[in-house]
């Protein structure tokens, strides 16, 4: 028999095995635990056939549906009520175990019955209330045709009977075909099988005291060593101790021996009270085994997070921090003392790794945090370390306190040094805003610097001057590029030997330059861009052929006192710029952002000269 069902069966061995065990369990069953004509006190075989079809793709389930009524049938008509009613009963069982797997799938496809309390909740209502309640339509009508009684009754048997099979056998029965355990269990060993026997032992002699015994009620009595078998081996442990607890109940009260309720008379009353307490207990104690077990694999999981944070924040060199919902430090990392510069931080504000100027920025990024948990919010601040400046970089991120909407348990925060990154950075600005051939600002520089000055012209005035270098075409004609762009470098150190904090000098491009001069008056600004038309001048220059060359300079300058557009001011310094090289170049031309007519000095060779 074995064979045949492996080579016709989908699931080879195992529905086999699984099809061999529904025999005998159903068999076992009808025979011991039927009292008179009524109905089995308690039917495994459902948990069985849910087992056998939820392993195998929907697809083949059929054929197995068919063996295992086959096999309902003939344990039916052996032990039970015969074979006028098998076929019937045996369409009955199959029926209840295709809606609770079918159920099983549907409600929870991550297979989790036996892991969360949500998928335990589906387990109980799948396999202990709605495929009994549809199977005990037509399965109590059936027997209520043969046997004495209403359907009601007979209904109200079968579906406990049934229920209880199926919660009590499902958990065993589907770990066992499926050689699953739980998350974080160790595998199955001589140690903890000593330990379920011993925890099996436990139950069944506080369950045989109770129930050997008729003198004293101490049905309580067998919950304390089965919620201890659950809480340490879980579901495992719960079903183990249910089974030994059924099984000696049963006995009891099929022999006689013991099991007595004085205001339960009858045997049917007694059956019904001993169905009603096997699934008070099994109600109690599968779901409390899952959510212990559940509450354990939290606590494993913490330690894991706690064991890889500490690796973590111990060998890693940025400082980790977390912070209580006042923004204090109640955990910092090892790499937290050296980028803060103290060496207790335990307790103070986020503040202490940086300037006492950035501490406004330092709370506003925290309220920032706070406001949207879960965002990460980047600071990025200069800090000094004994007479080195470095950059540090915090990411803080607001913790949500559990359950509680708009409010934060804390804050996780990471800080690190980012100098070298923010060197590379600076240096990428800096490049991106140098004349690659002068080292002087570029014009991307200068207008930006001219901006900023022209937001606030009103209030500081400020001189502004374009220098052009006259007939600069000349010499790279004459003396070549290589000639023209040395000329361009000395020219721009000229202007490096005059540059000071409130002097800008910038090359717009080819031969025109210019400079912003804060807090010069006009006479000032004259005076100085005469100097630098005379240092141009000054300059004695190499040509190719050994021979030597010289340039002067043209400059156009305008006071700016209002605020204007970078446009206009250019426009105001290049009026007088051409009426200067207009002039004969070699000389200051001055304007006003609202004077027409420039005023044009002397030729700077000539007033040396002089």
């Given at each position: 028999?074995m064979?045949?069902?492996?080579?016709?069966?989908p699931?080879g061995?195992?529905?086999a095995?699984?099809?061999?065990a529904?025999?005998?369990?159903?068999?076992?069953?009808?025979?011991?635990?039927?009292?008179?004509?009524?109905?089995?006190?308690?039917?495994?075989?459902?948990?069985?056939?849910?087992?056998a079809?939820?392993a195998?793709?929907?697809?083949?389930?059929?054929?197995v549906?068919w063996?295992?009524?086959?096999?309902?049938?003939?344990?039916?008509s052996?032990?039970?009520?015969?074979?006028?009613?098998?076929?019937q009963?045996?369409?009955?069982n199959?029926?209840?175990g295709?809606?609770?797997?079918?159920?099983?799938l549907?409600?929870?496809?991550q297979?989790?019955?036996?892991?969360s309390?949500d998928g335990?909740?589906?387990?109980?209502?799948?396999?202990?209330i709605?495929?009994?309640?549809?199977a005990?339509?037509?399965?109590?009508?059936?027997?209520?045709?043969?046997?004495?009684?209403g359907?009601?009754?007979?209904a109200?048997?079968?579906?406990?009977?049934?229920?209880l099979?199926?919660?009590l056998?499902?958990?065993?029965?589907?770990?066992?075909?499926?050689?699953?355990?739980?998350?974080?269990a160790?595998?199955?060993?001589?140690?903890l099988?000593?330990?379920?026997?011993a925890?099996?032992?436990?139950?069944?002699?506080?369950?045989?005291?109770v129930?050997?015994?008729a003198?004293?009620?101490?049905?309580?009595l067998p919950?304390?060593p089965?919620?201890?078998a659950?809480?340490?081996?879980g579901r495992?442990?719960?079903?183990?101790?249910?089974?030994?607890i059924?099984v000696?109940?049963?006995?009891?009260?099929?022999?006689?021996?013991?099991?007595?309720l004085?205001?339960l008379?009858a045997?049917?009353?007694?059956?019904?009270?001993?169905?009603?307490?096997?699934a008070?207990?099994?109600l109690?104690?599968?779901p409390?085994?899952?959510?212990?077990?559940?509450?354990?694999?939290?606590?494993?999981?913490?330690?894991?997070q706690r064991?890889?944070?500490?690796?973590?924040?111990?060998?890693?060199?940025?400082?980790?921090?977390?912070?209580?919902?006042?923004?204090?430090?109640r955990?910092?990392?090892?790499?937290?003392?050296?980028?803060?510069?103290?060496?207790?931080?335990i307790g103070?504000?986020l503040?202490?790794?940086?300037e006492?100027?950035?501490?406004?920025?330092?709370?506003?990024?925290l309220?920032?945090?706070?406001?949207e948990?879960?965002?990460?919010?980047?600071?990025?601040?200069?800090?000094?370390?004994?007479?080195?400046?470095?950059?540090?970089?915090?990411?803080?991120?607001?913790?949500?306190?559990?359950k509680?909407a708009g409010?934060i348990?804390?804050?996780?925060?990471?800080?690190?040094d980012?100098?070298?990154?923010?060197?590379?950075?600076?240096?990428?600005?800096?490049?991106a805003?140098?004349d690659?051939?002068?080292?002087?600002?570029?014009?991307?520089?200068?207008l930006?610097?001219l901006?900023?000055?022209?937001?606030?012209?009103?209030?500081r005035p400020?001189?502004?001057?374009?220098?052009?270098?006259d007939?600069?075409?000349?010499?790279?004609?004459t003396?070549?590029?290589d000639?023209?762009d040395?000329?361009?470098r000395?020219v721009?150190?000229?202007?490096g030997?005059?540059?000071?904090?409130?002097?800008?000098?910038?090359?717009?491009?080819?031969?025109?330059?210019a400079?912003?001069?804060e807090?010069?008056?006009?006479?000032?600004a004259?005076a100085?861009?005469?100097?630098?038309?005379?240092?141009?001048?000054?300059?004695?220059?190499?040509a190719p052929?050994?021979?030597?060359?010289?340039?002067?300079?043209?400059?156009?300058?305008?006071?700016?006192?209002?605020?204007?557009?970078?446009?206009?001011?250019?426009?105001?310094?290049?009026?007088?710029?051409?009426?200067?090289?207009?002039?004969g170049g070699?000389?200051?031309?001055?304007?006003?952002?609202?004077?027409?007519?420039?005023?044009?000095?002397?030729?700077?060779?000539?007033?040396?000269?002089?």
């Open positions: 028999m064979r045949w069902i492996e080579s016709h069966i699931g061995r195992k529905t095995l699984l099809a061999l529904f025999f005998a369990v159903t068999s076992l069953t009808i025979a011991l635990t039927r009292f008179g004509d009524a109905l089995a006190l308690v039917w495994f075989g459902t948990a069985i056939l849910v087992t079809l939820i195998l793709p929907r697809a083949h389930w059929t054929p549906i063996c295992f009524a086959a096999l309902s049938a003939v344990a039916t052996l032990f039970g009520f015969g074979p006028h009613m098998a076929l009963l045996a369409a009955a199959v029926f209840e295709y809606v609770i797997a079918r159920l099983l549907a409600l929870r496809p297979r989790d019955w036996l892991e309390v335990m909740i589906v387990l109980i209502v799948a396999g202990g709605v495929g009994p309640a549809l005990a339509i037509p399965g109590a009508f059936m027997v209520a045709l043969v046997t004495p009684g359907w009601l009754p007979h109200v048997d079968w579906v406990a009977s049934h229920a099979g199926t919660l056998g499902f958990p065993i029965v589907y770990l066992t075909a499926s050689h699953a355990r739980p998350k974080g160790a595998a199955v060993g001589l140690p099988i000593l330990e379920g026997t925890h099996a032992l436990t139950v069944g002699a506080v369950t045989a005291l129930f050997l015994q003198q004293l009620p101490l049905l309580f919950i304390v089965l919620l201890f659950a809480f340490r081996l495992t442990g719960a079903s183990i101790g249910l089974i030994t059924a000696i109940a049963i006995g009891s009260l099929s022999t006689g021996a013991g099991f007595s004085p205001v008379n045997f049917g009353d007694k059956v019904l009270f001993l169905q009603f307490y096997l008070v207990l099994l109690l104690a599968l409390v085994s899952v959510a212990l077990k559940q509450r354990q694999l939290l606590f494993d999981e913490l330690e894991e064991a890889l944070k500490g690796l973590i924040s111990d060998h890693s060199d940025d400082a980790l921090l977390n912070l209580d919902s006042a923004g204090l430090v955990f910092a990392s090892p790499a937290s003392e050296r980028l803060s510069g103290r060496e207790e931080l103070r504000p503040t202490a790794f940086f006492p100027l950035d501490e406004a920025l330092v709370l506003s990024v309220g920032h945090a706070a406001n948990p879960g965002r990460t919010c980047v600071l990025e601040r200069p800090v000094l370390r004994g007479y080195e400046q470095i950059w540090l970089e915090a990411r803080v991120r607001a913790v949500p306190l559990a509680t409010r348990a804390g804050y996780a925060v990471t800080i690190r980012v100098t070298a990154s923010k060197q590379a950075e600076l240096r990428a600005l800096q490049e805003d140098t690659a051939l002068t080292g002087l600002p570029n014009r991307r520089a200068f930006r610097h901006d900023a000055q022209l937001a606030y012209a009103a209030d400020f001189v502004f001057a374009i220098i052009d270098l007939r600069f075409k000349c010499v790279n004609d003396h070549g590029h000639a023209g040395m000329a361009l000395r721009a150190a000229a202007m030997r005059l540059s000071a904090p409130e002097r800008f000098f910038a090359r717009l491009g080819g031969d025109e330059f400079l912003i001069a807090n010069h008056d006009p006479a000032e004259v100085l861009c005469e100097e630098l038309c005379a240092a141009v001048a000054a300059l004695d220059l190499p052929d050994d021979s030597t060359f010289s340039l002067t300079a043209s400059v156009g300058l305008a006071r700016i006192d209002r605020p204007c557009s970078a446009s206009l001011a250019l426009q105001a310094a290049d009026g007088p710029l051409y009426a200067a090289k207009s002039g070699d000389r200051v031309g001055v304007a006003t952002a609202t004077r027409t007519q420039p005023k044009i000095g002397r030729p700077v060779s000539s007033n040396r000269a002089a």
